[in-house]
Each structure stands twice: as structure tokens, then as C-alpha cells.
């Protein structure tokens, strides 16, 4: 179990994303090396070099990401402690500082961006370590690119239920509901540089694909 003080021990079968000592499974989405920051066992945004993502590709699974928002805190609404984790690239569980900061729901900490607000808001002061534990079944398309079932996400955000189940209505955008477009079984995760600092640390995925 993961504390505020103190990160978890990721499952025996779980691959490790970051251990808290280098970004060698990470790149660019051009496949260059991420130029984020590592120190003191997390890694941080450094604005404007860009989105980061895992060199593997995941389709269902389960993931654990840990990230803390800026202390102190600085701006407002989505300008304010702003990231993201885009399952496959591109279905965003919003990482933001949603303390004591409002913003439209389905733009809060752990809404499934544009699309689902959280049951709760469960976010904890800046500054401070917070969990998220994803469950994600990736969409099914026929071999004619056709939809057969949407992706659902389950997410636990510092151990409550936020995210029960949900049926995603397509790719997550701004004030925008794009529809399904045909992809990949497995592609990689993202996370957002929206230009704010935020923090990363112990990052694991358990692949619930194997076997097919
Ligand atoms: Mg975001």
C-alpha cells in the first residue's frame, strides 16, 4: 500500500513503468528521449518539452500511477496543477489540483476528461502524494474498423471509487465528443505536459491482454 510518506511495492507481476531512478521506458511520441525531470525517486513535468509515453503498448489493464500537484499552488481552473493520463494515447483520466480550485466537473482530478465527471472529489492538498488505480478494457472493433464495444474505465483515486464502470463515448477532447476511430490492441500510455510541474512516481501496469 502507498502513503502520502511512503510509495507501494508494485504486484510481483506487474511491469514496472518508473522505478524512481531513470525515464528509460519513456520517449516522446517522436521517439526521442523524454526530457522530463528526474530526481529524489519521482520525475516531473518540465513545460513545453512535451507529452511523454511509455516505449511499450498496453491494451486492458491495470494501473497504478502516483503524482503530487505544485506547492504552492499557482493559478486557477485548468490552469492549475494540470496533467493527464491518456490510456493508449488517447482517453485522459485529467490529473489536475482540484483542492480547493474549481473548474467544470468533467474537468476535475480523475474525470474521464470532457465525458465523466468523478462520484467524488477525492483530491488531496498540493504538494501531496495521491494514488490512482486505473482498471481499463480498451475498445473492440471488428476487422472493418466498426465499433463492437466501447472501452469502460474503473478509477480509485486515494483508494475511493470515482469512476465505476464507465462506458467511454470515444476519444476524450476539449468541449468536443470526437467518435471511436479504429486502433491498435496494445499502444502506448501517455501522460500531458500542459506546461504545470506536476509530479510522477511509482508507475506500474499489470497487461490483462496476455493470453490472446
Ligand atoms: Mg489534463
New binding site residues.
Given amino acids: 500500500e502507498s502513503t502520502p510518506e511512503r510509495p507501494g511495492r508494485p504486484p510481483s507481476d506487474a511491469i514496472v513503468l518508473f522505478d524512481g531512478k531513470d525515464l528509460s521506458n519513456w520517449s516522446t511520441p517522436e521517439g526521442e528521449p523524454a526530457k522530463w525531470k528526474v530526481e529524489n525517486g519521482y520525475f516531473e513535468v518540465v513545460a513545453k518539452t512535451g507529452n511523454i509515453q511509455t516505449k511499450q503498448g498496453f491494451g486492458d489493464c491495470q494501473l497504478h500511477v502516483e503524482w503530487a500537484a505544485p506547492d504552492p499552488p499557482k493559478g486557477e481552473d485548468?490552469d492549475r496543477g494540470?496533467?493527464?493520463v491518456y490510456l493508449m494515447g488517447v482517453y485522459?483520466v485529467?490529473?489536475?489540483d482540484s483542492y480547493e480550485n474549481k473548474t467544470y466537473a468533467d474537468?476535475q482530478a480523475a474525470a474521464i476528461?470532457g465525458q465523466h465527471p468523478p462520484l467524488v472529489n477525492a483530491c488531496r492538498p498540493p504538494g501531496q502524494w495521491q494514488t490512482y488505480d486505473i482498471i481499463f478494457h480498451r475498445p473492440r472493433f471488428d476487422k472493418d474498423g466498426t465499433l463492437l464495444r466501447p472501452a469502460r474505465v474503473t478509477v480509485l483515486h486515494n483508494g475511493v471509487l470515482v469512476q465505476d464502470n464507465v462506458q467511454l463515448t470515444g476519444p476524450t477532447a476539449h468541449k468536443a465528443r470526437p467518435p471511436y476511430k479504429a486502433h491498435a490492441d496494445r499502444l502506448p500510455l501517455l501522460l500531458?505536459d500542459?506546461s504545470h510541474p506536476v509530479r510522477y512516481r511509482n508507475i506500474w501496469i499489470r497487461d490483462l491482454e496476455s493470453g490472446k
Fill in positions: 485548468q494540470n496533467s493527464g485522459e485529467q490529473v489536475l474537468g476528461y500531458q500542459h
